[in-house]
């Protein structure tokens, strides 16, 4: 405690001009250095631990041959597995598809794959667009305020297990949604139905998260840029479109591509709303079904599905941060 | 520097942790081979089972640990869902867990567990008696020729029906969908279990089973579905849908929701199991209270066949405490035990000897035909590709519910899929 204020009172005294500071830094910089490298150090180690070596364990496995694929001896037991057996696993899933009969997990990898891509696109273009009208009205000053600030909030804060038990429930076919809607669709019980109803679930629950990081984008600009361009005479739609979007773009941009990479390894939601019945078999979903019966194919399909998620993160990235910077660049110059 | 040496400190405590604990678990995997030789040591044990729904854990443990003060058993739950009891119990078997003493393993599990040498064979040291137990549940037991587990309960499917609109219970499909006439409007006729789950595998199964075809042959593992009695059991579940005798919202149903429907007079029978009987007698909502009857499934020429449903204890292989574990495993089979799980929780019992005592059958009115319904029942196939299996006949199955698949097609594809499934 002492030994850290005594430092902080040390740097204070330091500060002196510029040049002098600068000259003082280069004589510290090595041992800032060390200093840094030992305080990174822990995070490093736990990140190596409990990130790198779950990923590479699992490259491994997805290598080896399982136990319940190397055959019964004459006792009935497994024979021991473990033998590198290369892509086996990986070609199970890519050219699984007509040779495998239907009700096999790989007759259903392309089918999982398209189901997550809708969701994915679905629900992110849902999210995006309410998330936007939420934040801006959450943005307006108006009298309860607070409430509706709160009350938008909530789905985010009830956890997604709660949230698909209470959606299953009102999907029911004496379910309250078909009771509102004066219909009697059986939602969990074929194809669109069950997607909508993992999607409409998926949007309620998530929406908020987009625009709570779109209203803190909101709060960042400056009110007296929409009372200049109100002077200009600028619309209530020219304002939006001219000024809010762009400059609220950063935000909106990281909050649609952390719901994409989320939405892209989606398991818990549709796991327990519908079980996967009825294409809603996301490769999260069919990952967890190959477990159950073979472990190490289980490992390639997870290796899959984070190289596949990678490189949309990647690709994703790489796109946005352009436009990031084009936007920043075009404000400044404007 | 102060903070420096703090660092360097942080670092070294953080390393020596992650040493330990990799050593603790390395020493694991070298103290299991020292075990074996006669039927092992003496201790207190943990029993691993699912979510205690019926309350029946404490009362088998007091009944338990009056006798065995020094070896006392401590029961521990896992979560209510089958699939995740079964995950569960796969990762600590993979981890060589001992404090896993005696597991709970659904009959579908057995021959998996058995395969992967978790379980310890019950022969040699570890025999057991089973000549006083009904041959189904053993036979569920038995992997390769060998007993694994002791049938802790089991289970078969009943009829229930509306003896108030059918005084006589159908035998056939044929008068079942005959009867279906008398039922009340707004009502449905036949309810089952058809959302895609577990449950539609013992459906299908049972469907098949009665109409005289078989999913696998005797040898367990070669399938046998392209038959022409398999496709009429079938047909008789994809025509309900069509014609029907089954409400098109049975396609979402689990046993609860199936249960729901019968006990607030929406169906006329159900296909259900035996823990469904004291709910339409006893709960407070039951509107057919006084107004039904159990009588075993009905079948294509005669009565059905039920599947066979139930647990089985085993002993884990890596138990510290297997003598202690193979006494707790006969004394769940033993009557004073057998007794408190039927009149606790409803569970049906192992004993030839409970179906016939008059006390219980006062209690439990449908225990004769529970007895008949477990005695012809038909095991699910028995193999340590299990999982895979039911995946092609739930996946297949379904879609043949739905209409989007052709009776045959839906066969064909079973067949291949258990023909893949047991060549890896």
Redesign the interface.
């Known amino acids: 405690m002492t030994a850290a204020t005594g430092q902080v009172a040390e740097q204070a005294e330091r500060a002196g001009s510029p040049r002098q500071r600068r000259r003082r830094r280069a004589r510290a910089s090595r041992g800032d250095a060390r200093l840094a490298l030992w305080l990174i150090l822990p995070t490093v180690a736990l990140l190596a631990a409990v990130i790198g070596y779950p990923v590479i364990y699992a490259v491994v496995q997805s290598l080896k041959l399982d136990k319940a694929d190397a055959g019964l001896d004459a006792t009935g037991f497994f024979q021991s597995g473990g033998k590198y057996v290369g892509s086996k696993y990986y070609s199970y899933w890519f050219n699984c598809g007509s040779k495998c009969p239907n009700g096999t997990t790989g007759h259903e990898f392309w089918p999982a794959v398209s189901t997550t891509v809708i969701f994915t696109v679905i629900t992110v273009i849902f999210e995006v667009v309410l998330g936007t009208v939420m934040a801006l009205v959450m943005h307006r000053a108006f009298r309860g305020r607070s409430l509706v600030r709160a009350a938008i909030l909530v789905p985010w804060a009830i956890p997604t297990a709660v949230t698909a038990l209470m959606w299953k429930y009102m999907f029911q076919p004496h379910g309250v949604i078909n009771a509102v809607l004066g219909t009697h669709i059986i939602w969990t019980g074929s194809e669109w139905p069950a997607r909508w109803a993992v999607i409409i679930a998926d949007v309620w629950k998530t929406t908020p998260f987009i625009a709570l990081l779109v209203l803190a984008g909101l709060q960042v600009i400056p009110d007296e840029l929409y009372e200049s361009a109100k002077v200009d005479g600028a619309s209530a739609w020219q304002r939006f479109f001219s000024l809010t979007l762009p400059l609220v773009k950063p935000a909106l941009l990281v909050a649609a591509l952390f719901r994409i990479l989320d939405v892209l390894r989606i398991y818990d939601l549709p796991a327990i709303l519908t079980g996967g019945a009825n294409n809603t078999t996301t490769l999260s979903i069919l990952a967890v079904d190959e477990l159950r019966s073979s472990p190490n194919s289980a490992a390639a399909l997870s290796t899959i599905t984070f190289v596949f998620i990678f490189v949309v993160a990647f690709i994703l990235v790489r796109i946005f941060s352009v436009n990031v910077v084009q936007t920043q660049a075009r404000t400044v110059k404007a | 520097m102060?903070?420096?040496r703090l660092?360097?400190v942080?670092?070294a405590v953080?390393?020596t942790v992650?040493l330990a604990t990799s050593c603790s678990s390395s020493k694991k995997k070298s103290g299991e081979s020292g075990s074996g030789g006669g039927a092992g040591d003496r201790g207190p044990i943990t029993m691993v089972q699912g979510k205690d729904t019926s309350g029946i854990l404490p009362p088998i443990a007091a009944l338990w640990n009056k006798d065995h003060p020094n070896e006392k058993v401590t029961m521990r739950q896992q979560t209510d869902q089958a699939?995740q009891q079964?995950?569960d119990l796969v990762q600590h078997f993979q981890a060589k867990d001992p404090s896993y003493d005696v597991v709970s393993v659904d009959v579908i599990w057995t021959a998996e567990f058995?395969?992967?040498?978790w379980l310890v064979p019950l022969k040699g040291d570890f025999a057991v008696d089973t000549s006083a137990l009904l041959a189904g549940p053993v036979k569920a037991a038995t992997?390769?020729g060998t007993l694994y587990a002791a049938p802790e309960s089991s289970d078969g499917g009943l009829l229930y029906y509306r003896k108030d609109l059918v005084p006589t219970a159908p035998t056939t499909y044929a008068e079942l969908i005959a009867d279906c006439a008398k039922k009340t409007a707004g009502m449905a006729c036949y309810s089952g279990q058809f959302?895609?789950?577990e449950g539609l595998t013992c459906n299908a199964s049972e469907a098949i089973n009665s109409s005289g075809g078989q999913i696998v042959k005797d040898d367990g593992k070669t399938p046998d579905v392209e038959t022409a009695a398999a496709k009429s059991g079938l047909d008789f579940l994809v025509n309900g849908f069509k014609q029907g005798y089954i409400a098109?919202?049975a396609?979402?149903y689990q046993e609860e929701?199936s249960r729901e429907a019968f006990q607030s007079g929406n169906a006329m029978f159900l296909r259900n199991w035996p823990y469904v009987y004291n709910h339409l007698a006893q709960d407070k909502d039951s509107k057919v209270k006084d107004k039904f009857g159990v009588a075993p499934l009905p079948g294509l020429n005669g009565p059905g066949t039920s599947t066979l449903g139930g647990h089985n204890f085993a002993i884990s292989q890596y138990s510290k405490h297997k003598a202690t574990a193979l006494d707790f495993l006969k004394f769940i089979m033993s009557g004073p035990a057998q007794n408190v799980l039927l009149n606790v929780g409803s569970l049906a019992p192992v004993l030839k000897a409970s179906y016939s005592d008059p006390a219980l059958i006062a209690k439990f009115g449908y225990l004769p035909t529970l007895e008949k319904s477990i005695d012809t029942a038909i095991p699910r196939p028995v193999t340590?590709?299990y999982?895979?299996v039911t995946?092609?006949?739930?996946?297949?199955v379904?879609?043949a519910l739905?209409g989007s698949?052709s009776v045959d097609?839906a066969l064909k594809?079973?067949q291949?899929?258990i023909t893949?499934?047991a060549n890896?």
């Open positions: 102060q903070y420096r660092m360097v942080a670092v953080l390393t992650a699939d079964h995950d058995a395969a992967k040498q992997y390769a959302a895609k789950y098109k919202e396609i979402t929701e340590p590709f999982p895979k995946q092609t006949i739930e996946t297949n379904y879609q739905q698949l097609a594809n079973i291949a899929g893949q499934a890896g």
